[in-house]
């Protein structure tokens, strides 16, 4: 059974010095018998809550004397954070998870664990450890903070470890980060979501609601822009209910405007927002705060009220509309995106067709569309009346019919209007330009040289496509 652990204080992780102190002993001595560092890869799947997650055990292995690979074959180590979302998260584990059989097979000190969302659920995580002999290490959401102990204890003992807690305490503090990049990083603020939308997973995979204390928060904010850090990204499942579960309470909107005075800190953006808790005094503070950017994510889900009400998101379509409108007359720049999914349980032909006139209604720069994905344990999993594959799929095509045009519209109008960009790397599409963000969250390609990398830089845009943006430097910031 899983460890139900509800009392875990934050400073926890201090408890891994010794662990992380037995391991790079280890891994130490194994460099200078072999010359080469011991490797891991991790492999993550889902959302940013993992790509974090991922980062922090990067760090934790750096520290113990681990060097990153990205060739599976070389690895020491293959960590699989893992998604539970949607059914086809799922099915890419597997398959990858099958797939090492041989290379475990060739190389029996391999280290596999599989981590995440996935093992969280009972019957996958019995699934994974009985189909998957080859799999040394599973863990979930609540304890990855514990991975140098569990690496030490498998290799003191080389007994496969399964320890999958059911929930978390407070959110751990003191791990380190491998960041991706020094000019942005993402923050988580909270962990866990109390929501329940009927379809979502979630809920049981990150338990319930914890916030961060705000002084933590900023102190982290503080030491990143020290470092020469631009922009944060500030995470939770729904930052908009930020600081209910403190013992001092504070809202979001008063977390951004002590974010906003931090000298260096250039762009503060944050998601996901339910927009049943996005208030008035948030509004305020998105146009008050010249460093929150003019982008938000707000998943609508369905323009349906019926529908909204079996997904138990607590607000109606007229209330969804009704909220566009104030922000976009609170901030008129404003860029928004959203997730919707199409095909849940009784959506009728009307019910989509709601759905659609939300999208016309509000005009979105981007959304993410999802097609509704059974996951067992959800309430809406049990409903009788589920949708069909193919009508899903073409009521899918449909809404993408509708929201392509509207998102390559919004960004022609762009043309010959001047942004500022920071500047993220090279482009993927072009190795001779760069690429980079806009406030409003738009990929813009343009010609820079590669010292710009990591800098704000004013770009004029001149031509647009659905999914990105291309322009001229004007100038240097
Ligand atoms: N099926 C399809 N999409 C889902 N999402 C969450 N659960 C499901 C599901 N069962 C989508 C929601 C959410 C996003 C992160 O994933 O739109 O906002
Ligand atoms: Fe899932 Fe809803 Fe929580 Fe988002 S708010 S994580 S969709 S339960």
């Not at 994974?128 to 003992?157: A, S």
């Not at 007994?159 to 999958?164: A, E, F, T, Y």
């Given at each position: 059974?899983?460890?139900?652990?509800?009392?875990?204080?934050?400073?926890?992780?201090?408890?891994?010095?010794?662990?992380?102190?037995?391991?790079?002993?280890?891994?130490?001595?194994?460099?200078?018998?072999?010359?080469?560092?011991?490797?891991?890869?991790?492999?993550?799947?889902?959302?940013?809550?993992?790509?974090?997650?991922?980062?922090?055990?990067?760090?934790?292995?750096?520290?113990?004397?681990?060097?990153?690979?990205?060739?599976?074959?070389?690895?020491?180590?293959?960590?699989?954070?893992?998604?539970?979302?949607?059914?086809?998260?799922?099915?890419?584990?597997?398959?990858?998870?099958?797939?090492?059989?041989?290379?475990?097979?060739?190389?029996?000190?391999?280290?596999?664990?599989?981590?995440?969302?996935?093992?969280?659920?009972?019957?996958?995580?019995?699934?994974?450890?009985?189909?998957?002999?080859?799999?040394?290490?599973?863990?979930?959401?609540?304890?990855?903070?514990?991975?140098?102990?569990?690496?030490?204890?498998?290799?003191?003992?080389?007994?496969?470890?399964?320890?999958?807690?059911?929930?978390?305490?407070?959110?751990?503090?003191?791990?380190?980060?491998?960041?991706?990049?020094?000019?942005?990083?993402?923050?988580?603020?909270?962990?866990?979501?109390?929501?329940?939308?009927?379809?979502?997973?979630?809920?049981?995979?990150?338990?319930?609601?914890?916030?961060?204390?705000?002084?933590?928060?900023?102190?982290?904010?503080?030491?990143?822009?020290?470092?020469?850090?631009?922009?944060?990204?500030?995470?939770g499942q729904n930052v908009n209910s930020y600081g209910k579960s403190l013992e001092n309470k504070i809202s979001f909107a008063q977390l951004l405007y002590m974010i906003n005075e931090v000298e260096g800190i250039e762009r503060i953006r944050f998601m996901t927002s339910h927009p049943k808790d996005?208030?008035?005094?948030?509004?305020?503070?998105?146009?008050?705060?010249?460093?929150?950017?003019?982008?938000?994510?707000?998943?609508?889900?369905?323009?349906?009220?019926?529908?909204?009400?079996?997904?138990?998101?607590?607000?109606?379509?007229?209330?969804?509309?009704?909220?566009?409108?104030?922000?976009?007359?609170?901030?008129?720049?404003?860029?928004?995106?959203?997730?919707?999914?199409?095909?849940?349980?009784?959506?009728?032909?009307?019910?989509?067709?709601?759905?659609?006139?939300?999208?016309?209604?509000?005009?979105?720069?981007?959304?993410?569309?999802?097609?509704?994905?059974?996951?067992?344990?959800?309430?809406?999993?049990?409903?009788?009346?589920?949708?069909?594959?193919?009508?899903?799929?073409?009521?899918?095509?449909?809404?993408?019919?509708?929201?392509?045009?509207?998102?390559?519209?919004?960004?022609?109008?762009?043309?010959?209007?001047?942004?500022?960009?920071?500047?993220?790397?090279?482009?993927?599409?072009?190795?001779?330009?760069?690429?980079?963000?806009?406030?409003?969250?738009?990929?813009?390609?343009?010609?820079?040289?590669?010292?710009?990398?990591?800098?704000?830089?004013?770009?004029?845009?001149?031509?647009?496509?659905?999914?990105?943006?291309?322009?001229?430097m004007v100038n240097r910031d």
């Open positions: 059974m899983s460890k139900i652990t509800k009392d875990i204080p934050h400073n926890e992780y201090d408890k891994q010095k010794v662990y992380m102190d037995r391991m790079k002993e280890r891994n130490e001595a194994h460099y200078s018998i072999s010359g080469n560092r011991k490797n891991y890869m991790i492999l993550t799947y889902g959302c940013q809550m993992n790509e974090h997650d991922s980062e922090r055990m990067a760090g934790m292995l750096n520290d113990i004397g681990y060097e990153v690979t990205h060739d599976m074959n070389t690895a020491d180590l293959i960590i699989f954070n893992t998604c539970l979302i949607r059914e086809n998260a799922e099915l890419k584990v597997y398959g990858k998870l099958g797939e090492l059989k041989h290379l475990k097979k060739n190389n029996p000190e391999l280290i596999i664990a599989v981590c995440g969302c996935m093992p969280q659920k009972e019957e996958v995580k019995e699934y994974i450890t009985k189909k998957y002999r080859h799999v040394d290490l599973v863990f979930g959401t609540h304890n990855y903070y514990k991975l140098p102990e569990m690496l030490d204890n498998l290799l003191q003992t080389s007994k496969r470890i399964i320890d999958v807690w059911e929930d978390g305490g407070d959110p751990i503090e003191g791990m380190p980060s491998e960041r991706k990049y020094s000019f942005k990083a993402f923050i988580n603020i909270m962990k866990g979501c109390n929501n329940f939308c009927s379809y979502c997973i979630v809920p049981y995979t990150r338990g319930r609601e914890k916030s961060r204390l705000p002084e933590d928060i900023l102190s982290e904010v503080i030491k990143l822009a020290k470092q020469g850090c631009k922009e944060i990204t500030l995470l996005l208030s008035d005094e948030l509004i305020d503070a998105m146009k008050n705060c010249d460093k929150v950017v003019e982008h938000l994510h707000l998943p609508f889900q369905s323009g349906s009220s019926k529908i909204l009400k079996r997904m138990n998101r607590k607000y109606t379509k007229e209330q969804y509309l009704e909220l566009v409108k104030k922000l976009k007359t609170a901030i008129p720049n404003i860029a928004l995106t959203t997730d919707i999914i199409v095909g849940f349980p009784g959506e009728t032909e009307e019910d989509f067709e709601d759905t659609l006139d939300v999208v016309k209604k509000v005009r979105f720069d981007s959304a993410f569309t999802f097609l509704y994905s059974v996951r067992k344990g959800t309430p809406a999993a049990e409903m009788k009346d589920q949708i069909p594959n193919d009508v899903k799929h073409k009521r899918f095509d449909r809404l993408l019919e509708i929201m392509n045009p509207i998102s390559n519209e919004i960004n022609k109008n762009m043309i010959g209007q001047t942004h500022e960009i920071l500047v993220e790397g090279i482009s993927k599409n072009d190795e001779s330009m760069l690429s980079g963000r806009t406030k409003t969250f738009k990929l813009v390609h343009f010609k820079a040289p590669k010292e710009l990398i990591g800098s704000l830089v004013n770009v004029k845009i001149t031509k647009a496509k659905t999914w990105f943006l291309e322009g001229e």
